[in-house]
């Protein structure tokens, strides 16, 4: 597979780790913006200023291994202890 440098690429997250849960979400973005986030070590918002919450936390994910789909984010909303 050839990248060109503004190719799209979408990027699967890991398995929810919501209980009982296994969503897999895919989210896009473009190649410079991986690399800026992945090797350059930039924080989502600063890549992502105009992505939502949900698609920040996608690419979070992807990064880390450890993703929550929306609803179960939701969910997790009222006794989060971040
Ligand atoms: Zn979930």
Redesign the pocket.
């Known amino acids: 597979m050839r990248l060109t440098k503004d190719e799209t690429i979408s990027l699967d997250t890991p398995v929810?780790?919501?209980e009982g849960?296994f969503?897999v979400d895919t989210v896009e973005c473009t190649l410079p913006e991986w690399v800026d986030y992945i090797f350059k070590g930039l924080f989502v918002q600063e890549v992502w200023p105009d992505r939502s919450e949900a698609e920040r936390s996608k690419f979070i994910g992807v990064r880390s291994g450890y993703y929550?789909?929306d609803?179960?984010?939701e969910q997790l909303g009222d006794d989060e202890d971040v």
């Open positions: 929810c780790d919501g849960c969503a929550l789909c609803s179960c984010f």
